[in-house]
């Protein structure tokens, strides 16, 4: 009797392994691609960038500008106004970058006049459909107002006339810029 019942529990687990779990082999498995890494951009769509993190890695852009790129203590966002146009006429739009002050640079101060004193510390446009994006124009100089019109940038400034007090530059200078093909040729 004991042997019978040793007999029935060894094929009762002989037989329970063989019935169900296991692997089954069952053909050539299929293969799948797997998915890229990022989905490719439609054609004529401008991809868009984080304009601090692009300037943070341009080897271009000048370390105290660098420097400056930093949340505001007032308000947590970051000195940076950025922007979509096509400058280059190609039917894509260009990133337009312009890194401010924080607050009026304290040597400076409420001295200046407020039509005069833009806040700007530098300017640049970048070609972001380029792998890696491509600086086009940079302007690493205080209070340059960069704007465009009808495909054409300008830049403004303000000198110093001979009479003016050093606070406030009284003659505002427009330069006209147009995009050549392979860079921005000062225009007028």
């Not at 009797?1 to 498995?29: K, N, P, Q, S, Y």
């Not at 868009?48 to 692009?54: G, I, Q, R, T, W």
């Not at 105290?64 to 007032?74: T, W």
Request: proline residues 10%.
């Amino acid at each position: 009797m004991r042997r019978l019942a040793l007999g029935l529990c060894c094929l009762a687990l002989l037989t329970g392994c063989a019935t169900a779990g296991g692997v089954r082999v069952e053909g050539v498995a299929s293969q799948v691609k797997p998915p890229p890494s990022t989905p490719p951009q439609p054609s004529g769509v401008t991809p868009s960038f984080d304009p601090v993190a692009l300037l943070r890695t341009d080897p271009k852009v000048n370390d105290k500008i660098k420097s400056q790129l930093a949340p505001c203590p007032q308000t947590g966002r970051f000195p940076v106004d950025s922007r979509y146009v096509d400058l280059t006429g190609d039917g894509v739009a260009e990133l337009l970058v312009t890194v401010t002050y924080c607050d009026a640079p304290p040597a400076l101060g409420k001295a200046l006049d407020s039509t005069r004193f833009t806040g700007t510390l530098a300017n640049y446009v970048y070609n972001v459909v380029a792998n890696p994006p491509v600086d086009l124009l940079a302007l690493e100089e205080p209070g340059i107002i960069l704007d465009q019109d009808d495909g054409v940038v300008q830049v403004t400034n303000w000198e110093y006339r001979s009479n003016d007090p050093s606070c406030c530059p009284s003659q505002r200078i427009t330069k006209l810029y147009q995009w050549t093909g392979t860079m921005f040729e000062r225009i007028k």
